[in-house]
């Protein structure tokens, strides 16, 4: 169990998806220790999605390397550490700065004998929230809450209100559209011809309607095509913008479609309307944002299908993407 006034530790050093899964688990923390504080350590260049969440009292941020020379002088600062991932040196600083360490077995078995709290990987595959917040159980927690969260500024807000007022005509439905994840994860792109039949097609239908490409500098060179193909119905914010700018725009799509990627994650944790594509690799069952009011997933259909040499993501039928933004687009149409 754990005190009302704890002072809790949690380390997450991942990418930016990895890092908002634990926001579920981080609200039911800061629950259980209304008069304690909750400090979290997350990769310095991640870090800014966990900002201005209310349920976070500290944020700084560490790595591996930096992480080996912390927590040598002076007491102990935390009660509980809870410790995500596998880097042993975080794992170590934990043990220094902290009574009580609790994280899913390391690699190092040395290491996990030192530990006060191991919590045992789950038998079957299982939501990636679901899996984060099995961290709490020794600590007595659950939560029923299982969204994710991010939390985006009024000043954020204006900013990206005035940034599409600039570059988006006026009384367009806006569609952002996420169409590659990171260079080393390209199997689950979705091919950029299937987006410009998308486009297409909702166009069809919709006429007034806006895309907005999103994502980085390399994700604005493969969305050239669909910027050549539909110059005055589409806007590249792809590698103009950082994280923050771009997730402030998001708020204000009326819908996203995009593959399994980091924006995805935030999407979901905005809550905005979302067609979210997924490889049979990481199927979306285990990924897709819980509890959310208005997400079609669409998972490959080899799903529990491993091998990625022989899975295209080209198998998900236009078709099937258009449908689903269309239902969502009439959702969102109905009083």
């Known amino acids: 169990m754990i005190n009302a006034d704890a002072r809790v530790l949690v380390i997450i050093v991942a990418r930016i998806g990895d890092t908002l899964l634990v926001t579920p688990a981080l609200r039911a923390l800061k629950a259980a220790i209304p008069q304690g504080r909750l400090t979290v350590l997350a990769h310095p260049k991640r870090m800014e999605v966990l900002q201005y969440l209310p349920f976070i009292d500290a944020l700084e941020g560490i790595t591996k390397t930096s992480a080996q020379t912390r927590g040598w002088i002076g007491k102990n600062r935390y009660d509980f550490a809870l410790v995500y991932g596998r880097d042993a040196a975080l794992v170590r600083y934990a043990l220094r700065a902290s009574d009580s360490v609790i994280a899913f077995p390391q690699h190092d078995k040395a290491l996990n004998r030192q530990l006060v709290h191991l919590v045992a990987e789950p038998a079957e595959p299982q939501h990636a929230v679901l899996h984060r917040l099995s961290l709490l159980a020794p600590l007595g927690l659950a939560s029923g809450d299982l969204r994710l969260a991010y939390c985006v500024t009024d000043a954020e807000c204006a900013e990206a209100r005035a940034w599409l007022d600039t570059h988006v005509p006026s009384g367009r439905s806006l569609i952002g559209l996420q169409i590659a994840s990171f260079p080393t994860k390209a199997h689950r792109d979705w091919p950029v011809s299937n987006f410009q039949k998308l486009i297409a097609r909702i166009l069809a239908t919709r006429a007034q309607t806006h895309f907005l490409l999103l994502g980085d500098a390399a994700a604005a060179e493969k969305a050239a095509p669909l910027l050549a193909a539909f110059p005055q119905r589409a806007t590249v914010a792809a ?82 993407v258009v449908k689903a933004a269309m239902d969502l687009l009439e959702r969102r149409a109905q009083p």
């Open 239 to 320: 590698g103009r913008l950082s994280l923050r700018q771009s997730a402030a725009l998001m708020a204000e799509l009326h819908l996203y479609i995009g593959v399994d990627t980091g924006p995805t994650h935030i999407a979901g944790a905005l809550g905005i309307p979302m067609v979210a594509l997924y490889h049979s690799a990481y199927p979306g069952r285990n990924l897709v944002p819980l509890q959310h009011p208005a997400c079609i997933m669409i998972e490959h259909p080899a799903t529990g299908t491993s091998g990625l040499s022989t899975v295209s993501m080209a198998d998900i039928a236009v078709t099937e």
